[in-house]
């Protein structure tokens, strides 16, 4: 609006001439400002909704899992993998010579009980889901999982040691509600 | 021809605000103040907080409140933890569990407030006949609104001479014709109010009727709240506008 | 007016390739405007940026709408409640089909009040006219989607219309439902036409403008452009103009969406659909209050069907209808009257609309109804032959000869006294 058409426009007043670039300036930037901050609940809006961030917690109960069993339960809509592990898988997850890793974590530092690993199912390269969850699935080359998407191989503590995934499996937030009990998020 | 514009507006809104003479006999019922009207109007956290009470100890006998979830519970000033309880006082099923069962749990925040009956043929079979509404919407879902929600509930009275009523069916002038199937829901001391507010029938209805214009519209204080600040903020931009236009114009001259 | 020389090269890259800046330049900056054009010209720009807030706001609910009968009341109430600002969106989408109308009412009454239709703009009023049957039938199948009480009925009420025609009303209506009752699939297909009509309206709305800029905007005197003297370039001139009078509109509307949102609604519905019980009354939506009471003016169904779409239809014969070559109300003395008479007419029937059709009504009803048709069928034709019009004026830039009102004013001068 600030601008005149060299065509159909008179000439301006000498006088007026700052008076009116103020105005119109102030009006369009007003009118800018209103529309940016106007933009912001349609953004919001496709955030998640209440419901959604409300069933942010998943109870598991752990008592029927066996030593080297897993199951896999939902959080978020998320498939989340509970692994109780061997004495045998445990060892081999501690003695790793964490320079070899690709994205070095200690296996202390991914488990609050070592017996249980509880991780995110979601391969970290491009969000397939690994398999080794089941008996007859392969395990990869490290014992742990294996994403057939793209071939990234976890190790038992779920660390990324070969394949295109940047970053170890994702860890989720949860607690021992109590020896036989953990809850999600 | 501004006048006639004016006339025509004024004809206009009245077409829109005038009431339909419908032949359902039906009393008006009188405007309340509440809390909530106007401009700035916001809930009156206490009423609602009684109001919830009243709900639960009496209207929650018959009638659902589906569309809102314990959690929602917290904007009525509750903590967490009150809330928590609130929920795990009542049962919902769930399921299939691992056995392929369905069973019940205590309820969490995030579930809907439990319905008293399971579906609509019990709750007409235990009524009888009669379905008690959900209450969810309630104030929207009535013309009149709170205004007629509060009349409704203190509104009970003996019938006209000459009036016969139905089995069953209680008289109260501003349903719509005149007879309803809900006994007086209210009787003075029905609740014992947790803040010691002496529980007369009117004041239970106005609280209740506050409760439920939340369950209605829990949007109402951060509409207005941004309302507020939009207009305003038009108001400013809506001269600047002007000015600019004028500004603009005054070229032609 | 010649194409402007673009400095930038990457517009010069582009412009020559494919002239949209120089479209652009031509229909919005450089755009010879009538100089005279008063505030009722504003409503064309506002329809416009309301059926921009319609499709954007109608396109972010569909992300958390579901149409099915068992969900779609509670979807709806999940955008109100849970979705972030989920209620700001739905009672912006809401009040602003009542917004759109309001607007769109008003230009039409524009356009006949200054003969917005006659030679050469026949077709400009043509396409406007179909634009305003896609948008009530946009409305009407919008207003279903909630799967409220009133919903239901209406759509049951409205596609019973169709029955009204003989032999083949009962299979169109079948047709129109894809059941033997409103039910999913009704609501399903009301949803896929709901989202369609909108973006076709937008492509009506392109060849309206390119008509409208055929021959260049009508203005209050109803004459001719002269010369460029008579003109001034839409932009700055009206940019401003039309923002300002945005901005007013937005004052409105906002009012409505913050203060009072459930203003045009109906309480029913807010009662989620009952397939088994019909609301005490069924009033549409304010803005069809007035072929609602043309519908039930006619004791007879077939009857008042075809007199509701016939109050519609008989717009497109307008300018045929209308046999003055003068334009403009301002200098047709009895004609200004006329219009002044359909306005309360259509009021009337707006009114009556809203009320049970019983008593006074049924007569105020009929009334109305028979002066619609007359007005355009007998008094628009007739007077345009036996009225004698004021002189008009030489040009819009030239002072006005005898009459008329200030037709040079830079600020639109009210119109005068009629």
Known sequence: MAEHTSSGGPTLEEGGETRRDFLYLATGAMAAAGTVIAIWPFIDFMNPSRDVLALSTADVDLSPIEVGQAITVTWRGKPVFV??????EIESAANVNLADL???????ARVKKPEWLIQIGICTHLGCIPLGQRPGDPRGDYGGWFCPCHGSHYDTSGRIRKGPAPRNLDLPPYQFVDDGRIRIG | MRGKLMAGAAAFLFALSANPAWAVEQSRPAAQDWSFSGVFGVFDRAAQQRGFQVYQQVCAACHSLKLVH????????????????????KEVQ????????????????????VSPFANAQVARAANNGALPPDLSLITKARKGGADYLYALLVGYADPPEGMELMEGMSYNPYFAGRQIAMPPPLAEGAVEFADGTP????QMAADVTTFLAWASEPDLEERKRLGIKVILFLLVLTGLLYASKRKVWSDLH | MSAPQWKNPIVRWIDYRMPIFTLIHHDLVD???????NYWWNFGSLAGFLLVVMIVTGVMLAMHYTPHVDLAFVS?????RDVNYGWLIRYLHMNGGSMFFLVVYIHVFRGLYYGSYKAPRELLWMLGVVILILMMATAFMGYVLPWGQMSFWAATVITNLFSAFPVVGESVVHW???GFSVDNPTLNRFFSLHYLLPFVIFGLVFLHLWALHTHKSNNPLGIDVKGPQDTIPFHPYYTAKDMFGMAVLLLVYLAFVFFAPNFFTEPDNYIPADPMVTPHQIVPEWYLLPFYAILRAVPNKLGGVVLMFASILILFVLPWLDTSKVKSARFRPIYKQLFWILVVDCIALGWVGANRPEGVYIVIGRIATAYYFVHFLILVPLVGWLERPRPLPESIGAPVLGGGGAAVGATPKPMEKA
């Open chain 2, 70 to 89: 314990y959690r929602d519970l917290a904007a009525l000033g509750y903590a967490d933890d009150e809330v928590k309880a609130f929920a795990a006082g």
């Open chain 3, 31 to 37: 755009y010879p405007t009538p100089r005279n054009l």
């Open chain 1, 102 to 108: 690709p994205d070095p974590q200690p296996d202390s």
């Open chain 2, 199 to 202: 529980a007369t029938v009117e």
């Open chain 2, 94 to 113: 769930d399921g299939p569990n691992d056995a392929g069962e369905m069973f019940t749990r205590p309820a969490l925040p995030s579930d809907h407030f």
């Open chain 3, 176 to 178: 129109l439902w894809g």
């Open chain 3, 76 to 80: 709806v109430e999940r955008i109100m």
């Open chain 1, 83 to 88: 692994r109780r592990r061997t004495a045998v």
